[in-house]
């Protein structure tokens, strides 16, 4: 993959993907990892230990410091990967080291959910 690397890491992991665009703040349950927004698509499933990929973050800035409880909490992603950054995930990925890549439209649609696929 030609990923371009926003926070370094090397991961080999089981991918969680999402078609919609996540809200760190609302949609995520900090101590469990869990989605909570019951219109999200990956509405119940945990992120814990995954490849999350989705398009894009949206919502408060607040939702970096919902990624560093993730991390904090033990129940964050492994990596995260978009197909565009924003402020928010990135300053959350940096202050949680959590590995964040983009990949590129061909890319990102390539990889299914549950695939195994190896970033960085």
């Known amino acids: 993959m030609t990923e371009k690397i926003?926070?370094?890491?090397?991961?080999?992991?089981?991918?969680i993907k999402s078609n919609q665009p996540i809200n760190f703040l609302g949609s995520i349950d900090k101590k469990t990892g869990?989605?909570?927004?019951h219109e999200h698509d990956?509405?119940?499933?945990?992120?814990?230990?995954s490849i999350l990929l989705f398009p894009y973050g949206i919502g408060s800035s607040v939702?970096?410091?919902?990624?560093y409880s993730l991390k904090s909490n033990?129940?964050?992603?492994?990596?995260?990967?978009c197909q565009k950054v924003d402020l928010t995930?990135?300053?959350?990925?940096?202050l949680a080291n959590i590995p964040l890549f983009i990949l590129s439209p061909d890319e990102y649609d390539s990889i299914k959910d549950g695939d195994e696929i190896s970033l960085g």
């Open 42 to 49: 990956l509405s119940g499933k945990s992120i814990k230990d």
């Open 89 to 94: 995930v990135a300053s959350g990925c940096a």
């Open 6 to 15: 926003i926070v370094k890491g090397n991961v080999k992991g089981k991918v």
């Open 34 to 37: 869990s989605i909570t927004d």
């Open 74 to 81: 033990n129940v964050a992603p492994i990596a995260m990967a």
């Open 63 to 67: 939702g970096a410091y919902t990624i």
